[in-house]
């Protein structure tokens, strides 16, 4: 049995916009010659929210400055220097190359790689990614906790662990966006206002 080929860029783009006009994903994938399943995986990544077209925040370091900061570095330029003549806090370039190798390793094509590969959205739910973290959380929603409770909890009972912490926000977000897939959607029953 030959696997399905990937949709491009294009063909996925062309999927959002039937999806906003309206049609059914059984349409959508009869257009591709694919069945609803596999257009069912396009929408249901971002809980059928079609997604932005990325763009680099102003206040990102484009791939122009990344290779000024590795050219700095190669003259053996100051990281103040450096960050004079890109109008920036030398803090910023210091974390920049510290983030990317240090002195000895910053590569500025790399690091911009990087940098868009970790401002991609949607990020995966801290949830999602902490499988003792969501037993807790669970445990807590079962036991009738509100999800600013446990939030609170978490913090107070994991002062030291950063990873045993959660927002009330991103609780709710797991509980009523099952895209997110964190927790079952049964335990939605547990919480007051239902």
Not at 7 to 32: D, H, K, M, N, P
Not at 34 to 47: D, E, H, K, L, N
Request: glycine share 8%.
């Amino acid at each position: 049995m030959q696997r399905a080929q990937r949709l491009t860029e294009a063909q996925r783009s062309e999927v959002w916009q039937r999806y906003r006009r309206g049609e059914s994903l059984g349409q959508i994938g009869s257009a591709f010659g694919r069945p609803s399943s596999s257009i069912y995986t396009v929408v249901a990544v971002t809980g059928g929210i079609s997604p932005v077209v990325r763009r680099r925040s102003r206040l990102a370091l484009t791939l122009h400055e990344r290779e000024e900061i590795s050219r700095g570095m190669a003259r053996g330029d100051s990281i103040r220097a450096i960050a004079g003549r890109l109008g920036r806090a030398p803090s910023s370039v210091s974390r920049e190359i510290l983030r990317n190798g240090g002195l000895q390793r910053y590569r500025a094509v790399s690091a911009d790689q990087r940098a868009w590969r970790t401002a991609a959205r949607p990020k995966v739910c801290k949830l999602a990614g902490n499988a003792r973290l969501r037993e807790v959380v669970a445990d807590k929603l079962v036991e009738d906790w509100s999800p600013e409770q446990i939030s609170g909890w978490l913090k107070l009972t994991y002062p030291h662990d950063e990873g045993m912490r959660v927002s009330h926000e991103a609780i709710y977000l797991s509980l009523f966006v099952q895209a997110r897939g964190a927790l079952n959607k049964e335990l939605a029953e547990h919480l007051r206002t239902r």
